[in-house]
């Protein structure tokens, strides 16, 4: 299965852009890329997720190389509540094994 | 829609016992997985179902895990005998056509601590 790599923590200023990457250099072509955030004591939840095409939402953009071998989430204003860990998963189509990595631990400071 | 509830929110236990966990989908919801996080291995996938059909249980560690979903709002994982290894938060998504193609909505976990 097609793997992801995230930097284990970042720091972002309330109220500034965030962008957390993540590479997939073994990515096929049938994978979507998700991304999930999980709060403090909180599950995972949804924050969007593309195939080749950059995504836009309401919480984040979701930003894909060319060749799709990496992504970025771009949270536009962080927020004390954007603090969280960041999970990039890749997802075969009709696949359902979502395999969470470690992900990224995203600091907001005031 | 009140989400995906679970329950019990904390459970401690004793080495031994059994123990059983308990999952309330999102109305419609054709799919229920379950997932086990710790902080050594982070969030791992036991078992997900489809139209209350179990389709992969490759994740689920040995015999003594068990689940099954009786009706399209109810499901249970249960652990017998319980060991202290099995300490972990277990949660339990739901979702609509399958993740891939849209959003696993997760429930606030069960928090089993085994002593």
């Known amino acids: 299965d097609a793997k992801t790599t995230q930097p284990n923590s970042m720091e972002s200023n309330e109220e500034e852009p965030v962008h957390l990457p993540c590479n997939h250099s073994t990515i096929s072509g049938t994978d979507y890329i998700h991304w999930y955030r999980q709060l403090p004591s909180q599950g995972p939840e949804y924050v969007i997720h593309?195939?080749?095409s950059n995504v836009n939402n309401r919480m984040a953009s979701l930003a894909i190389a060319e060749d799709r071998k990496s992504s970025t989430l771009i949270l536009h204003r962080a927020t004390l509540r954007d603090a969280a860990v960041y999970y990039c998963i890749l997802v075969k189509n009709y696949g359902q094994n979502f395999v969470f990595g470690p992900g990224t631990r995203l600091s907001v400071l005031p | 829609d009140a989400g995906v509830i679970q329950s019990p929110r904390h459970e401690v236990t004793e080495m031994g016992q059994e123990v059983t966990l308990r999952c309330k989908p999102i109305?419609?919801?054709?799919?229920l997985f379950w997932y086990r996080q710790t902080m050594m291995r982070g969030l791992e996938l036991l078992i997900y179902?489809?139209?209350?059909?179990?389709?992969?249980d490759s994740g689920m560690p040995e015999d003594r895990f068990s689940a099954k979903m009786p009706n399209a709002s109810f499901s249970t994982l249960k652990i017998q005998p319980s060991e202290p290894r099995d300490s972990a938060v277990y949660f339990c998504a739901s979702s609509l056509v399958g993740a891939n193609t849209g959003e696993l909505f997760f429930g606030e976990g069960s928090r089993l601590t085994v002593l």
């Open positions: 179902f489809n139209n209350n059909v179990p389709i992969d």
């Open positions: 109305s419609g919801h054709d799919y």
């Open positions: 593309g195939l080749t």
